[in-house]
């Protein structure tokens, strides 16, 4: 079961995607998290990089309305993200994958780092905020090179989404809270 802790930081991702503020997640929220990341990018509707993260996206929504246990039709509610929450430290492979989809989305000039101003996009997409971004990237930034790679942010995203350590930097991987 989740902890306090970790109800806290997802509560703070759950809040930014439900773009309705309706208090539940759902198929909306995505397109709309979807439209927020390809307009700060500029990919316009049919293009790869837009077909790409609607693909990422929505394939994200699917996931966690089938795995949250949902009994509201077609919403998912912070307790039911949570019940996601619980099976994702069984699930390493599946996290694994949505992180490198999701490093692939953030890695905008393809040079398989992540560097700050990426980092600050990606948070803005999905909080409408990158307040803060400069002072915890450094903790996210583990090797001190000024990047995330690859290893680093798969790392990260895991730990942020199964870990319960507040100690851990991968509480900010979507910013302060």
Known sequence: MATDFQRRKVAVVFEAMDADGNGYLDESDFEALTERWVGLRGWAPGTADHERMRSIMMG???????????EHDD??????LMN???????????????ADAMF????????????????KQVVYAWKGSDEGIEEVFPQLDI????HLS???FRDLWTAFWSGDDPDSPSQWVFGRY
């Open 104 to 119: 692939d989305a953030i890695d905008e000039n393809g040079d398989d780092r992540i560097a700050l101003t990426e980092h």
């Open 84 to 98: 996601v929450v619980d099976q994702l430290p069984e699930m390493q492979d599946a996290v694994h994958a949505t």
């Open 150 to 152: 690859r290893a680093e």
């Open 75 to 80: 919403k998912v509610s912070l307790d039911e």
């Open 143 to 146: 090797n001190g090179d000024g």
């Open 60 to 70: 994200w929504w699917s996931a966690i309305s089938t795995m949250s246990g949902a």
